[in-house]
């Protein structure tokens, strides 16, 4: 659904992902890649492809991207995302089966 927003799970081993500047997969390839980590508002989608507005990051601030390759994942929706913004001072966080304190770790 457009609005949507994403982060770019792929292309760690390239600086990124590839972004073009149409939608069909043979257009031209813009010169930078949308960094892995980036979040980007989903602006169309059709299919496997997604035109994008880039929100944080590195890489073209527009265009149009694959959301996997093959098998592999190259974005994921940001709500199926976490990111652990404490417990650095312990070593971590520890995440349990349940939603009370006293389930198993």
């Known amino acids: ?37 980036a979040l980007i508002k989903e602006v169309e989608r059709e299919g496997e492809r997604l035109k994008f507005r880039k929100i944080q990051g590195s890489g073209p601030a527009v265009g149009w991207v694959s959301t996997r390759l093959k098998e592999k994942n190259l974005l994921l929706e940001a709500s199926k995302v976490w990111e652990v913004v404490g417990g650095t001072e312990k070593g971590g966080i520890v995440v349990r089966t349940g939603s009370d304190t006293s389930s198993p770790a």
């Open 1 to 37: 659904m457009a609005g949507n927003l994403w982060v770019v799970v792929g292309g760690s081993d390239k600086g990124g992902i590839l972004v073009r500047a149409g939608r069909e997969i043979t257009s031209a390839a813009e010169s930078e890649r949308l960094s892995t980590g």
